[in-house]
């Protein structure tokens, strides 16, 4: 069974740092390209970042791109958000999702919260 | 970038009936990367259509999605009570994903 477990959320100061960790299981890791993908607090779906099954491709949304790094151990099955320079605007359950081929986000995580606030 | 717009925001039909959910993009989109999605309250979204037409696994044969170019749609055919969420069109292209505001099912 796929299974994908967010952690690392919580409440961080404007201007502070977090790093989310996404633990993957059930699948073969290293074989699959890996999304991050978040939701305000009552809002829609915002993509966040893509890194490939090797690391050789990193995208990022222009709203987080120069403060966020996505990153991923394959030998650990995890994959990884740096989130630095935050805003109140990066408040937000953060998910990450499988890419299961085609560009589908085919699994998800339950979430984490990040919340970012003085 | 491509700007996907859902309509109607929220849609209110009774079980048993039949719902359409449209999704228009901006610009062309590719039907290979074009997917639609189910939000629940307190819940991770949940795959149901990729490719524009083909059903994830195990989604029921009720829902079905079709169009291509800028059109999107998804039609639920008969509706269930655990039908009524919030359903997302997302698009994949130039390296980004988008995905479209929503469309909240709620019981009339």
């Known amino acids: 069974e796929v299974q994908l477990v967010e952690s690392g959320g919580g409440l961080v100061k404007p201007g502070g740092s977090l790093r989310l960790s996404c633990a993957a299981s059930?699948?073969?890791?290293?074989?699959?390209?890996m999304n991050w993908v978040r939701q305000a607090p009552g809002k829609g779906l915002e993509w966040v970042s893509s890194?490939?099954?090797?690391?050789?491709?990193?995208y990022y949304a222009d709203s987080v791109k120069g403060r966020f790094t996505i990153s991923r151990d394959n030998a650990k099955n995890s994959l990884y958000l740096q989130m630095n320079s935050l805003r109140a605007e990066d408040t937000a359950v953060y998910y990450c999702?499988?890419?299961?081929?085609?560009?589908?986000?085919?699994?998800w995580g339950q979430g984490t919260l990040v919340t970012v606030s003085s | 970038e491509i700007v996907l717009t859902q309509s109607p925001g929220t849609l209110s039909l009774s079980p048993g009936e039949r719902a359409t959910l449209s999704c228009r993009a901006s610009?062309?989109?590719?039907?290979?990367?074009l997917a639609w999605y189910q939000q629940k309250p307190g819940q991770a979204p949940r795959l149901l259509i990729y490719?524009?037409?083909s059903r994830a696994t195990g989604i029921p044969d009720r829902f079905s999605g079709s169009g291509s170019g800028t059109d999107f749609t998804l039609t639920i055919s008969r509706l269930e009570p655990e039908d009524f969420a919030v359903y997302y069109c997302?698009?994949?292209?130039?390296?980004?994903?988008?995905f479209g505001q929503g469309t909240k099912l709620e019981i009339k």
């Open positions: 999702a499988r890419d299961g081929w085609g560009r589908k986000n085919d699994y």
């Open positions: 059930g699948f073969t890791f290293s074989s699959y390209s």
């Open positions: 890194i490939s099954s090797s690391s050789s491709y990193i």
């Open positions: 610009q062309s989109v590719s039907s290979s990367y």
């Open positions: 490719g524009a037409s």
């Open positions: 997302q698009q994949y292209g130039s390296s980004k994903y988008t």
